[in-house]
């Protein structure tokens, strides 16, 4: 695996047009372009406010802000999952044509989300500094969370794009799963909210540590805890070795595959 990574550096700017093109191609055509990065969480937080404010009221102070906390991490892990898992499928003919490390397409997409992901955060973090001045003091932490959630996301997507083409029905369930995976996650309800006899079996769902990490540091304006960092750890970690692992023993009969 170590020798896969260095290749990966050696491929680097291979990575960067890719992901380059790949950003592009999304926007293509589009009058607002990359601006949709941040349009898409503010109406989904919006919805979720109003359902939660004026429906079935909640005592969260600064609700929205609450709310986009969990949203924009989310959106980045559902979209570049859904995307990355086809993404072998749909390069088969670079896959065909060219020599290059099989991985990068995955990778490609996940970074391509990843710079959309952080676009809409810089545009949302004045107004967590202007409503929770704080925030200023953990901000710091922010690129470690980032970094972890961005290894724990590329573990994920090498592991289901190497999986979807050898069982297609991978990509046909992603859906569903996100959808159940989102409501059991903290987005628009707080860890202090779960019964205690469930807080436990909740912290088995990765997206649980993350969204809380966020939330630490822009909306509570607090370190992540020393248990959540290492819970942070973990995942990243565990995941990505385990996604490339599988990647790694599965990507030799890619092309008989595809």
Same mark, same amino acid.
């Given at each position: 695996m170590l020798n896969k990574l260095k290749m990966l550096y050696r491929h680097r700017e291979v990575l960067l047009s890719m992901v380059v093109k790949n950003v592009k191609a999304k926007y293509v055509g589009s009058l607002l372009g990359i601006w949709w990065s941040i349009i898409t969480p503010l109406l989904i937080m919006a919805a979720i406010t109003f359902v939660f404010t004026?429906?079935?009221?909640?005592?969260i102070k600064?609700?929205? /802000?609450?709310?986009?906390?969990?949203?924009?991490?989310? !959106?980045? #892990? %559902?979209? %570049?999952?859904? =995307?990355?898992t086809n993404s072998l499928i749909e390069n088969t003919a670079l896959l065909h044509q060219y020599i290059v490390p099989k991985e990068l397409i995955p990778l %490609?997409?996940?970074?391509?989300?990843?710079?959309?992901?952080?676009?809409?955060?810089?545009?949302?973090?004045?107004f967590f500094i202007i409503f929770k001045l704080s925030t200023i003091q953990a901000i710091g932490w922010l690129p470690l969370v980032l970094f972890f959630h961005f290894v724990f996301v590329c573990g994920f997507s090498l592991l289901l794009s190497s999986i979807n083409v050898y069982i297609r029905d991978v990509g046909h369930i992603l859906g569903? #799963?996100?959808? @159940?995976?989102?409501?059991?996650?903290?987005?628009? +309800?707080s860890?202090?909210?779960i019964p205690l006899?469930?807080?436990? +079996?909740?912290?088995l769902n990765p997206m649980t540590s993350y969204v809380e990490? +966020?939330?630490?540091?822009?909306?509570?304006? #607090? %370190?992540?805890?020393?248990?959540?960092?290492? @819970? /942070?750890? @973990?995942?990243?970690?565990s995941i990505f070795v385990l996604? +490339?692992?599988? @990647?790694?023993?599965? =990507?030799?009969? #890619? !092309?008989k595959k595809l």
């Open positions: 004026v429906i079935w009221p909640v005592s600064l609700f929205s /802000l609450f709310v986009l906390c969990g949203i924009l991490p989310w !959106i980045f #892990f %559902a979209s %570049a999952l859904s =995307e990355s %490609a997409t996940v970074l391509s989300n990843f710079i959309n992901f952080l676009f809409g955060l810089v545009c949302i973090i004045p569903t #799963f996100l959808m @159940f995976w989102f409501w059991v996650t903290p987005v628009f +309800y860890h202090d909210m006899p469930w807080k436990s +079996y909740l912290l990490s +966020y939330r630490q540091v822009l909306y509570r304006g #607090f %370190a992540p805890d020393i248990r959540m960092l290492l @819970f /942070l750890l @973990f995942w990243s970690v996604g +490339y692992s599988v @990647f790694i023993k599965l =990507e030799s009969n #890619f !092309i």
